[in-house]
């Protein structure tokens, strides 16, 4: 592997980190844990609250999914490109035996008795 996708897979763990936290910290149908960072300070309110936390959690999905492509381009084949079939038919190809061929059949010389 090398630097640039391991740092690409470091990204995407923190990311996928951070995104857990925000979605546990968004409103759901009940009270979430929103609702516990404002209840102190109502000048942010509760409903800016909740259209941030989408939105950070919109942004977190959309940064994981770019880097997770960026980081599957970035990834050098060892193949060099082959397609994975072709490369299974040209194995089967080389791994079958040759069948070994009939003997030719050898008439035995007829004596004739005159």
Known sequence: MN???TILTVLIVLASLLLIGVVLLQNGKGEGL???FVA???TFGVRQTADILEKIT????V?????SIFASF???SKTGGMDITEELENNEAAAQPEFPT???EQTAPTTEAE
Request: zero cysteines.
């Open 102 to 104: 009939a003997p030719i």
């Open 3 to 5: 630097a640039v996708f």
């Open 40 to 42: 102190g300070n109502q």
């Open 58 to 61: 919109w942004g977190l999905v």
């Open 74 to 76: 970035s990834v050098r």
């Open 34 to 36: 929103a609702s516990n």
């Open 63 to 67: 940064f994981i999914l770019a880097v």
